[in-house]
């Protein structure tokens, strides 16, 4: 199927029609007034019988359609308030009802017209053709729905691979949007490779083993269809009331007639209970509330999806992308025994500068935040699946996989990764292994503050889906305090989850990758995470975050209930006004011109209520400026801090493995000197004026306590630290320095209190800058 997106012309022309009939109809009931003004009753009573007539011919049939189709709304009551009126002569008050119904008409076509639930980008995003071997060697590039199984392929760079094959050398592959799981993965000659994931290494060749109408791809796509199918309309919330509002206005217009015998009081009755409180006030709360979510960075498609936003109860979240930023960074580097972590990022960086390797560009961004220097290598060469080899400053340095036996260190630094469910990229510098940089999909920094906002705001249960592996979705359910998780989720279970959670409650589904879009489509309301690409996810989901923060959804989740609960209210009080207006009509006190006018005013009172929906509900408030700035002055200086985190991991793990080697001193020496020349001041700088700005937006000084009383346990470490470098017989020897030759000893006794300290100061200060970042820094708007 092709799609053509909508031009911008055609969304004018149809805003234009839109508001037209309002514009109309406001102009004839104005010349109806100026006529009856100017001594021309007559005149008058025909330009708005006029009004009255071309209002209620395209509403009953609008009414007439909906109970052939078994639905019944508040409309029924308009079209006889407007045949009634016409009935008895009451011209004005059927032109004034009319003048209501357009109103309340265009405001919803406004937001109705913010919806496009189809699969444009998902069937946009599938490959259309594929590039195929010819017998005689060459290639050609033919339509997709030609290939066939046994058919030999050749995948790009960056191509996204169109059917399921078998490769026929080692590729490097990112599944994330099919499987979920983050890193990339290898895949050796002869194993299988699913549609839909994208070759994130050199080219490769592929022997199809699927057509395209049967390829995993496909299923998602047949998956999201099917599933966006079943899913029912939205049901105004305006019906919802009118299910107990119609049947209560016949029956009391009914008995005025009956009781009094005049119709007129009928009439009367059925203009003021022309739900003008349900037409107007309710939708404009909610486009007062789409409006709003939209200034946050948060699209919701139509009303509907934004009043179920409000409704919600239950909350499933993809965990790739979603609760962790999508993309891996470098979060420590392990050097070989007297190597220098700075030295084996700055090699590794430098030569992966030339790779368009999702790794590379973590590990060029780590070496840029640490401010390292970057040389611009030679002879850069790149194996698929095996690595990056250049020359730099005269070295031949190769990142990429290691061959053979792994030395002792690097099978300590295999086994950390593994625990730390880390990705493991090797560094050799001319011929010998260097280090190794290990890589880690990070917890959003606002996911636990996030997740602790949406409980707030009546979120009961909270679900992480992944296709990651049980270790690793565990720790990060841990970390942002989810009720439940689902590890090694494939689409279809994703799919099946959110259909059985939303037996129980008004479901939300949270996600970002292709894999995602069924889900998406199945729950009551789908939420993509935009911003990162997922142009699928995004056009299948009712509610697209456009910016890059996980926070916005709560910010949504407020306003949406809200804006929901002033609707209700609006309504409520409009309808009760009503009521108290049609027994009075039902006595006779109130004459339908004098009715029509009544329900104007009842209607100032619920606009000028549901307008409140503009401001309010928001429990989270952006800090002023000069503390922002503070904010993100201190969290840019985090990326230098964790560098010297690495060093001071390394530093501990020397002195474990290895207490009596000549270079144990002068590494703590220089990991000290680093302690105290970028820890210290960074610290200190925040207790003298981060913590102080705040006290305000945090509500109390006493918010900061807890951080205060870290600050202060790592200024004792760092002290204790540099306490043990100043005892007798680790000073340098007196012919020589600390860089040139060995730096002292440390006395055995030292080791296990010194160790203490090391790993000690490690954790405080890693759990120190997470929490300032989950806590403190993802206040920053």
């Known amino acids: 199927m092709e799609c053509v997106p909508e031009q911008p012309a055609a969304n004018r022309r149809r805003a234009w029609l839109e508001w037209t009939p309002l514009v109309a109809l406001t102009v004839l009931v104005a010349a109806g007034a100026v006529l009856r003004s100017t001594g021309r009753p007559g005149a008058a009573g025909l330009v708005w019988a006029g009004v009255t007539v071309a209002t209620l011919l395209p509403a009953t049939w609008s009414v007439l359609r909906s109970l052939w189709h078994r639905q019944f709304g508040v409309d029924v ?26 109103t309340g008409r265009t405001l919803e076509a406004y937001a109705q017209r913010r919806a496009t639930r189809d699969l444009r980008a ?49 590729v490097t592959l990112d599944e994330s949007v099919v499987t979920g799981e983050s890193r990339l993965v290898q895949r050796q000659p002869g194993e299988d490779v699913a549609s839909g ?13 699927t057509t395209a109408a049967r390829s995993t791809y496909a299923g998602i796509v047949r998956l999201a269809e099917e599933a966006t199918a079943r899913k029912a309309p939205m049901v105004r919330l305006a019906d919802r009331y009118a299910a107990a509002f119609v049947p209560f206005t016949l029956v009391l217009a009914g008995l005025a007639w009956l009781l009094s015998g005049e119709f007129v009081r009928a009439v009367a009755v059925l203009v003021v209970a022309t739900p003008c409180p349900l037409l107007l006030a309710t939708p404009i709360a909610i486009v007062s509330g789409l409006s709003r979510v939209a200034r946050r960075g948060v699209l919701v498609r139509d009303g509907g999806s934004l009043e179920l936003l409000g409704r919600a109860r239950t909350l499933l979240v993809d965990k790739t992308g979603t609760l962790t930023a999508g993309r891996p960074r470098a979060s420590e580097t392990v050097v070989a025994p007297g190597g220098d972590s700075d030295e084996v990022l700055r090699l590794a960086a430098s030569v992966e500068q030339l790779s368009g390797h999702v790794l590379a560009a973590a590990l060029v961004r780590a070496a840029r935040d640490r401010g390292l220097a970057l040389t611009t290598p ?31 260190w690097a099978e300590r630094a295999r086994r950390r990764a593994d625990l730390d469910g880390a990705a493991t990229v090797w560094v050799s510098a001319d011929g010998a292994p260097v280090g190794a940089l290990l890589l880690e999909d ?6 636990r503050r996030t997740v602790r906002r949406l409980r707030e705001a009546g979120f009961t249960r909270l679900v992480m889906l992944t296709g990651d592996r049980p270790g ?14 689902v590890a090694r989720c494939s ?17 939300v589904m949270v996600g970002d990758g292709v894999n995602d879009a069924p889900a998406l489509a199945e729950a009551g309301v789908g939420v993509a995470m935009g911003a990162t690409g997922a142009t699928a996810s995004a056009d299948i989901a009712d509610a697209v975050l456009t910016v890059d923060r996980l926070d916005r959804l709560a910010d949504a989740v407020e306003i949406a209930r809200h ?155 760092i002290d204790r630290i540099g306490g043990h470098l100043d005892q007798p017989g680790t000073h340098p020897a007196p012919d020589g320095d600390a860089a040139a030759g060995p730096g002292g000893r440390l006395h055995p006794d030292q080791v296990p209190d010194l160790l203490a300290s090391l790993y000690g100061l490690d954790a405080v200060l890693r759990l120190h800058l997470t929490q300032e970042e989950e806590d403190y820094f993802s206040l920053r708007t």
């Open 563 to 717: 804006a929901r609960r002033i609707a209700v209210q609006s309504a409520t009080v409009g309808m009760g006004l009503a009521v108290l207006a049609m027994v009075a009509a039902a006595f006779g006190l109130l004459p339908p011109v004098a009715g029509a006018f009544l329900q104007e005013g009842i209607d100032v009172v619920v606009i000028l209520n549901a307008l409140r929906a503009l401001g309010g509900g928001l429990r989270h408030q952006a800090v002023p400026g000069h503390t922002g700035e503070l904010l993100d002055r201190y969290a840019a200086e985090h990326a230098g801090l964790r560098g010297v985190l690495t060093g001071l991991r390394g530093a501990a793990d020397l002195v474990a493995t290895r207490p009596d080697a000549d270079q144990v001193v002068p590494t703590l020496r220089a990991v000290h000197r680093r302690l105290v020349d970028e820890v210290l001041p960074h610290e200190t700088a925040e207790e003298q004026r981060l913590y102080p700005a705040l006290a305000g937006p945090l509500g109390s000084a006493e918010a900061t306590a807890t951080m205060s009383r870290s600050h202060v346990e790592i200024h004792r470490l």
């Open 491 to 507: 689409p279809q279970q994703k799919v099946q989850r959110v259909r059985a959670e939303s037996q129980r409650a008004v479901t």
């Open 77 to 102: 009551i308009a079209v006889l308030a407007l045949g009634g009126a016409l009935l008895v002569g009451e011209y004005l008050a059927g032109a004034v009802i009319a003048l209501m119904l357009a």
């Open 472 to 485: 690793t979705a565990d720790q990060v359910a841990r970390v942002v305090g989810v009720d439940d998780v």
């Open 378 to 408: 030679t002879e850069v060469t790149e194996e698929p699946g095996r690595g990056v080899t250049g020359r730099v400053g005269g070295r031949l340095v190769r990142v990429g996989q290691l061959d053979g036996e792994l030395p002792d």
């Open 442 to 447: 990070p917890v959003r920094p606002d996911a």
């Open 122 to 170: 998902l069937l946009t995003r599938a490959p259309r053709t594929a590039r195929r071997r010819t017998p005689d060697g060459g290639i050609e590039v033919v339509d997709l729905a030609r290939v066939q199984v046994g058919d030999r392929l050749v995948v790009g760079p960056g191509d996204v691979v169109g059917v399921d094959g078998r490769t026929e050398e080692a």
């Open 197 to 209: 994931v994208v070759n994130a290494g050199a080219g490769f060749g592929m022997l199809a083993t």
